[in-house]
């Protein structure tokens, strides 16, 4: 029997599952949507904090996703003092431990923002992560609903600073009151009837997907879909079902011609069928004053509507609730021309602040999904049009002291006027393996300087891709002749100069192959961070 070691196994590499990897384009393209919806937020006077990605299970308290198992719906561990921590589900629960933390160090309202990871420990499945960003912001220690009705207006004004042009958004809002005060209504009251009661808060949710007749099967015995599908129902009777739908007053149109005028009288009727039934109307005012509010501030019912249909976080919201909503076709992975849906959301949450302090803290908030909304942009072509480009190759014709500090410092000089420069970094004796790096890299220009150019203090300048271009289309001398150069040489001192006019050009040249002859160009802006290069 031989004594010889097994050779260990090597060990193979796999992403777990419900995670992803992200390429540069991916981080550009968020970097790009983020930055724009910071500024948004930071008009309206909102400032960052963050939070650490790990809290103690106890304070993400019964917010979690299924049931009070660590291991539920959240990634957990336990401490060395056998304390119970998760991975954030959110980050609206994180808000509130570092509020009612630092209360009395903090100016309330306090307007705050947050991006960052959030992580379910949920079964994946097609566009379904259990790691994913978002975007939040939140208004802690504002009672009025002119805290909810501003953050559907800055809600519509960041989805617009994305580019989403007016009749391709909405933003839906509704009252966790109002859905309350209707199940009241229809004698669906006591914890004995939660079971039903959210039965019913998820029937109403599905108005956009089936209709009113297909809420009404959920809401009585169930409903089959085509493939034969059943969906067990909320159990309602005919009576029940018939107050409920006359009192959102689904079907009725307005009689007016002005729109914001139509969902005034829609709000009022729902709150005259609310006083009529004897339960409390109060919400229904409150969508009022935020009906009113918004409209005042030029916000027309395109943009933002009064939707009694909207279910957000049943066991979570308190008040208002409010939904962006993406109304465009995309098509979808099967070919098929789908609404593209939710985007992010929120509402008021006056509850979950005050499990810490023992006494009433009202906030409101909403979240934008990150990833699901970089989608949509790039499906509308509003994200990741501005290619990123590949940096400046310096290449190493000499491997000595001198030179390489040459080569240093010319990639250091284009650094300083901010273009971005690598120097190249693998085996320099084989040449022609530069310029194939180059090219896999999508280098625009290559700076080399051999034995000549460096006894005469100079370089040369290659633009790669005009070079690219000349091979493939030229095909005699003349045009050769009219073609702008692809190869320059010029003084040491006039390195930065020359790579800012060819990347210019190049800039140029991609805005005449988009179509956009109106933008001109500014050599002296090529350096610039805010600009695509």
């Known amino acids: 029997m031989s004594d010889k070691q097994k050779k260990p196994q090597k060990l193979k590499a796999r992403l777990p599952r419900g995670f992803g990897d992200r390429t540069a384009a991916d981080i550009h393209a968020t970097n790009e949507m983020v930055a724009k919806i910071r500024e948004v937020y930071e008009r309206y006077g909102f400032d960052p904090i963050e939070t650490p990605q790990f809290e103690y299970t106890d304070a993400l308290g019964k917010f979690l996703p299924d049931s009070d198992r660590p291991n539920e719906g959240v990634f957990s561990l336990q401490d060395d003092d056998e304390q119970w921590m998760s991975l954030r589900y959110d980050l609206t629960a994180p808000l509130a431990r570092h509020v009612a933390e630092n209360f009395n160090e903090i100016q309330l309202p306090y307007r705050t923002y947050r991006q960052g990871y959030v992580f379910r420990n949920e079964k994946p499945g097609p566009g379904r992560f259990r790691q994913f960003m978002q975007f939040d912001a939140d208004s802690v220690g504002a009672p009025g609903v002119a805290a909810d009705a501003e953050m559907c207006m800055m809600m519509a004004d960041t989805l617009e600073a994305l580019g989403i042009k007016r009749g391709d958004y909405v933003i839906r809002v ?64 005919d009576v029940q079902i018939m107050r409920l739908l006359n009192t959102l007053g689904w079907g009725e149109q307005g009689s007016g011609s002005n729109s914001a005028v139509k969902d005034r009288i829609t709000i009022m009727n729902l709150r005259d069928r609310l006083q009529e039934f004897g339960v409390s109307a109060e919400g229904a005012d409150e969508l009022l004053t935020i009906n009113d509010l918004v409209r005042s501030a030029g916000y027309d019912e395109n943009r933002i509507k009064i939707d009694p249909s909207v279910v957000r976080g049943l066991e979570y919201y308190t008040g208002p609730v409010y939904e962006a909503e993406l109304t465009f076709d995309v098509t979808n992975e099967k070919g098929e021309k789908v609404v593209f849906g939710s985007v992010g959301g929120g509402g008021r949450y006056d509850g979950l602040v005050s499990r810490f302090m023992g006494q009433p803290v009202p906030a409101t908030g909403f979240s934008i999904g990150v990833s699901r909304l970089m989608t949509a942009l790039k499906n509308l072509g509003k994200l990741g049009q501005d290619e990123v480009l590949a940096p400046v190759l310096v290449t190493v014709m000499d491997g000595d002291v001198e030179a390489m500090g040459r080569y240093q410092r010319f990639a250091q000089d284009l650094r300083n ?24 890299r999508g280098s625009p220009i290559a700076i080399i300087q051999g034995g000549d150019e460096r006894a005469n203090s100079e370089v040369q300048i290659k633009d790669l891709i005009e070079g690219k271009r000349l091979s493939g289309e030229i095909t005699d001398n003349a045009e050769w002749r009219e073609a702008r150069v692809a190869q320059v040489v010029v003084p040491e001192d006039q390195l930065v100069e020359k790579v800012r006019e060819i990347l210019a050009h190049q800039a140029e040249d991609r805005r005449r192959a988009k179509g956009d002859y109106a933008v001109d160009y500014d050599p002296n802006q090529i350096g610039d961070t805010s600009n695509e290069i």
């Open 417 to 440: 006027a901010g273009i971005r420069a690598e120097m190249y970094q693998g085996n320099w004796k084989k040449f022609g393996n530069q310029l194939k790096y180059a090219d896999r």
């Open 174 to 237: 509704n009252n966790r009151k109002v859905l309350d005060s209707i199940l009241t209504a229809i004698g669906l009251v006591g914890d004995e009837q939660l079971g039903q009661r959210l039965a019913v808060l998820r029937a109403l949710d599905k108005l956009d997907k089936f209709g009113v007749a297909g809420v009404v099967l959920l809401l009585g015995p169930g409903r089959k879909d085509e493939s034969g599908d059943f969906t067990k129902g909320a159990g309602l009777d």
